[in-house]
Nanobody, 122 residues
Framework: QVQLVESGGGLVQAGGSLRLSCVVSGIIFRFNDMGWYRQAPGKKRELVARISSVGSTNYADSVKGRFTISRDNAKNTVYLQMNSLKPEDTAVYYC????????????????WGQGTQVTVSS
């Protein structure tokens, strides 16, 4: 059974930082791309950042220079460091993975965590 468990969300003032974590089980983590997605009320879910199995990264334009995705294969964990947070970053954040092992802009992952709420106050 595949499980993804996020943690680290919360309430923070604009300009602050948070680090999200996602612990993964049930897949061979080191062979899988991982993605962080977010969904704000009334908006479509969007891919915020992805990291490949070999560590290459991609970011949405809205978070470039502020967010950093990383992974620790020994801990089966993917992280999202979020700095200089803005009110528009407020959303539920999800980590995700695919049966294919790939996370791209065009595919929809098969496995999702329960989500963690990030709220940025102005």
């Amino acid at each position: 059974q595949v499980q993804l468990v996020e943690s680290g969300g919360g309430l923070v003032q604009a300009g602050g930082s948070l680090r999200l974590s996602c612990v993964v089980s049930g897949i061979i983590f080191r062979f899988n791309d991982m993605g962080w997605y977010r969904q704000a009320p009334g908006k479509k879910r969007e891919l915020v950042a992805r990291i490949s199995s070999v560590g290459s990264t991609n970011y949405a334009d809205s978070v470039k220079g502020r967010f950093t995705i990383s992974r620790d294969n020994a801990k089966n964990t993917v992280y999202l460091q979020m700095n200089s947070l803005k009110p528009e970053d407020t959303a539920v954040y999800y980590c995700a993975a695919s049966r294919s092992g790939k996370v791209t802009l065009t595919n929809t992952p098969d496995y999702w965590g329960q989500g963690t709420q990030v709220t940025v106050s102005s």
